[in-house]
């Protein structure tokens, strides 16, 4: 496979022929990935071949899948030994002989449905120790409720009175509190803690997220800070993806509440009375302050930060590291730092900063009659 060559070349180990970490699939037709996909197979005499794997086109070998969908990577087209290819009829043209193609409006889409096929393991966190069951080094309290199917790993400890639903992974030394109730076909990846929580169904949690301890709420005092009590929970509905080390404080007088379908990085932090809505997209090292609310479908680039109690409307986007300070509308494109505004007016000040900052183009300097100069000796005002 491509990526095993490559690991030959940055590892130095002559001996690494095929790595261990993914189960090799028995591959898909050509015939089979056109009626996934809806691709149009341009030569179908040949819907029997076999694909075995996926792989970018330059690194693609006899048996692997490939695609393109930019003009960046067309002109690899000739010296590809991939076996197909997904492309769009704008590319056609440019494919060699002997390279079996499917046409399709959507390469990189069709390309995901196909390696989604091939590799369902990758989808979701699995066992660290192949469990099948409960392994003997996990701790279930005898008041806990686990239903068929459930995997735990060594190491955990789900707490008394929690409720996991059928076919729910629970990893290595991860940690589910107290009364704490998880959905069906969930994964809780290894390392995590779920506190003070109540989790939909088919939600993927990643290694090392912790969800559920306390918001950070003080009353500062010039002698002291004085703690608020959180008292409230948070609830994840169903479909949502939450990437590595992320967190999510539970509410304080209120719910942190993520909605349905939401996806959301590594390393973003989430904090109490937080209201996420349906089909958002959170982006690495984002921050989000107390009572923010996002409206259904916003997006988030990396490393935006939202001060507390600010809401984003509906379908709203926000460019990487945008700061903001007051409400988003809906729909809106937004961008910048220290107060993000609309992207297009952030990107005419930037832009008009760099012109007035850039150094002055100088002029010939003009003839000056030496005898009219008079020596001015006054402190300039």
């Given amino acids: 496979m491509w990526y095993a060559s490559r690991a030959d070349r940055l590892i130095g180990m002559d001996d690494l022929t095929e790595p261990h970490f993914l189960r090799h699939p028995p591959g898909l037709t050509l015939g089979e990935i056109a009626a996934l996909t809806g691709a149009e197979l341009q030569d179908v005499t040949n819907h029997s071949q076999r694909m ?21 990577f067309a002109k690899v087209l000739t010296s590809t030994r991939a076996g197909a290819v997904l492309i769009s009829k704008h590319f056609q043209c440019l494919v060699p002989s002997g390279l079996d193609v499917l046409l399709t409006p959507e390469p990189y889409k069709c390309f995901v449905l196909v ?16 469990t099948e069951g409960i392994a003997s080094g996990a701790s279930v309290h005898p008041s806990a409720q686990l239903a068929s199917g459930v995997t735990v790993d060594p190491g955990a400890l789900i707490g008394p009175r929690a409720t996991v639903g059928a076919g729910t992974l629970i ?34 949690i990643h290694p090392g997220c912790h969800i559920g301890q306390d918001g950070f709420g003080y009353i500062m005092g010039a002698t002291g800070h004085l703690k608020v009590p959180q008292i409230g929970i948070v609830v994840i509905e169903h479909d949502v993806e939450i990437g590595a080390g992320t967190t999510v404080d539970r509410g304080g007088i209120r719910n942190t509440v993520i909605g349905e379908g939401t996806k959301i990085d590594n390393l973003v932090q989430i904090a109490h009375n937080v209201v996420i809505g349906r089909h958002c997209i959170i ?25 507390q109690h600010i809401t984003v409307g509906k ?49 010939p300097a003009p003839s000056i009659d030496k005898a009219s100069i008079v020596q001015d000796t006054s402190i300039p005002d």
Avoid: H
């Avoid at 794997?53 to 899948?65: K, Q, R, S, T, Y």
């Avoid at 390696?115 to 192949?130: H, K």
């Fill in 283 to 307: 982006a690495g090292q984002s921050g989000l302050s107390g009572s923010v609310t996002l409206g259904d479908f916003v997006v988030l680039g990396a490393r935006v930060g939202i001060r």
């Fill in 315 to 363: 379908g709203a986007r926000l460019a990487a590291r945008s700061s903001v300070m007051r409400d988003v509308p809906a729909g809106a494109l937004w961008g910048g730092f220290p107060n993000a505004k609309p992207l297009r007016q952030f990107l005419r000040e930037v832009v008009t900063l760099e012109q007035l900052a850039s150094p002055i183009t100088r002029l």
């Fill in 115 to 130: 390696a989604r096929e091939l590799y369902p393991d990758t989808l979701r966190p699995s066992s660290l120790f192949e």
């Fill in 52 to 72: 075995t794997n996926v792989a970018p086109i330059d690194l693609a070998e006899a048996g692997d899948l490939t695609f393109v969908d930019n003009a960046k």
């Fill in 171 to 204: 990893g290595v030394n991860t940690v589910i509190g107290p009364d704490v109730r998880i959905g069906q076909n969930c994964a809780i990846g290894s390392g995590s803690s779920i506190t003070n929580a109540i989790v939909g169904d088919r939600v993927i």
